[in-house]
């Protein structure tokens, strides 16, 4: 998913995009310019895909690789 952030300085961008990344989104911030009123805008990506199937099957590959001394 993708959005344009308006804002009225670049580190409201870094911000935003910083307490996206606290809520544990992967979040990027992308194709940053400025305007003649001095206000900039970002583009922020965000990864949605599930990660939690592919979580689950790498802790069920190493729980099976578990060796005792």
Do not use: W
Request: charged share 15%; glycine share 6%.
């Amino acid at each position: 998913m993708s959005f344009t952030l308006l804002a009225p300085d670049r580190n409201s961008l870094d911000q935003f995009a910083a307490t996206l990344k606290e809520q544990g989104l992967n979040a990027n911030l992308e194709r940053i310019s400025s305007n003649e009123q001095g206000q900039f805008s970002g583009q922020i990506i965000v990864n949605i895909a599930d990660n939690s199937a592919s979580e689950s099957l790498a802790t069920q590959a190493t729980a099976g690789n578990f060796t005792d001394s």
